[in-house]
């Protein structure tokens, strides 16, 4: 018997694209009231962070990597007026407050140092030395901060039985009890900075014709952040420009954002399911961003199935050569860090996909 197309499995295929919606949708409400309610006590506790509001319609500090694994950026209070640097300058400290014989490594692709002088403005306890180190506010020691206000306003929200602290990671995971079930959180402290754009993201190149100029303009004007996510070096992060450009993928009628919607149940069922995937939404966002850009006419986006197979063909191609070009700063890998045994058991699901569609493993 011959096995179903991609075209006779579309309308299959996005009914559970649906009822992962409502799903996450649910979940994603509980999580923003757990998250409003601790940040409002560490926001209290210390001035240094700010509280997640609470949002009926979408909440940009709430990131689903995959229905059980969530990204909270949590935006610091009292830096504004960000500059880049303006030289560069060797570090020989450590966290613990020794000297090194040999500076520190400088920040790769995605990193960067920040020093409080980067800004015109600062609340003066960001000099203080539980964060900064020779003028540098560093993540790891924000972090160390940030995760004793969580674990002590867990307490004092009396939340001990609904969220519970994941000990065994260096940045701060918390686990929250839902309706639906378990699901993990990343709660990372964000310097967000919506007055400039990064010298590192050098985006975009010339001659593109996706997305247009204005278009362009209108995304840099979001800015970027910068996550508490290493030892020393802070992260760059895109996440508000990300999504603008995502919400504004189909104003020409194409099926862009249903082919990506496609891509991430599929992925979830059948390529790489599980708690913490190897591959998360934010890796599909990017496969279909640089999809995008090579495919930019309308025409390309208006069939379904040849548009899906066409995005399925990227990421197989990606997670085989172990490589994915980060759509802004384009010299960073963002499977760089990712184990490649279980990206090789993706890469062999994909290719089996592609030589028969269907929604079930075969």
């Known amino acids: 018997m011959k096995s179903p197309t991609v075209g006779d499995l579309e309308d299959c295929l996005l009914a559970k694209v649906d009822e992962r919606r409502q799903q996450v949708s649910q979940i994603v409400e509980e999580v923003q009231r757990v998250v409003h309610h601790l940040t409002a006590e560490i926001s209290h506790q210390d001035i240094r962070f700010q509280t997640v509001p609470y949002s009926d319609t979408y909440n940009g500090?709430?990131?689903?990597?995959?229905?059980?694994q969530f990204l909270v950026t949590i935006p610091v209070k009292g830096l504004a007026g960000y500059r880049e640097a303006r030289e560069q300058r060797w570090r020989y400290y450590t966290l613990q407050g020794t000297r090194l014989s040999c500076p520190l490594q400088d920040p790769e692709g995605l990193q960067q140092w920040l020093e409080v002088e980067q800004f015109m403005k600062s609340l003066w306890q960001w000099h203080e030395a539980d964060v900064n180190i020779e003028g540098d506010i560093v993540p790891a020691k924000v972090v160390q901060v940030f995760r004793k206000l969580v674990e002590n306003a867990i307490g004092t929200c009396h939340l001990s039985g609904k969220v519970s602290m994941l000990t065994h990671h260096s940045a701060v995971w918390v686990a929250v009890e839902t309706a639906i079930g378990q699901v993990e959180l990343e709660l990372v402290p964000a310097v967000e900075i919506p007055t400039a754009w990064s010298a590192k993201a050098r985006w975009p190149p010339c001659l593109r014709r996706w997305p247009s100029r204005q278009r362009v303009e209108?995304?840099?004007?979001?800015?970027?952040?910068?996550?508490?996510?290493?030892?020393?070096?802070?992260?760059?992060?895109?996440?508000?420009?990300?999504?603008?450009?995502?919400?504004?993928?189909?104003?020409?009628?194409?099926?862009r954002r249903k082919c990506l919607r496609a891509l991430r149940q599929m992925k979830e069922d059948v390529w790489c399911p599980g708690r913490r995937p190897v591959i998360t939404s934010h890796h599909l966002q990017t496969v279909l961003f640089w999809t995008c850009e090579k495919y930019p006419r309308p025409k390309d986006w208006r069939g379904f199935s040849k548009a899906f197979l066409r995005l399925v063909r990227?990421?197989?191609?990606?997670?085989?050569?172990?490589?994915?070009?980060?759509?802004?700063?384009?010299?960073?890998?963002?499977?760089?860090?990712?184990?490649?045994g279980d990206l090789d058991a993706v890469a062999q699901r994909l290719a089996l996909f592609l030589k028969n569609p269907q929604i079930s493993p075969p």
């Not at 500090?61 to 059980?68: D, Q, R, T």
């Open 61 to 68: 500090n709430i990131k689903v990597l995959a229905p059980s």
């Open 218 to 255: 209108c995304i840099k004007s979001f800015g970027f952040a910068l996550l508490a996510c290493s030892h020393y070096h802070w992260q760059l992060s895109f996440l508000q420009a990300e999504q603008v450009l995502l919400e504004q993928l189909d104003e020409d009628g194409g099926c």
């Open 314 to 340: 990227k990421l197989h191609k990606c997670v085989s050569q172990h490589f994915l070009k980060h759509y802004f700063v384009r010299k960073s890998n963002l499977l760089r860090f990712a184990n490649s």
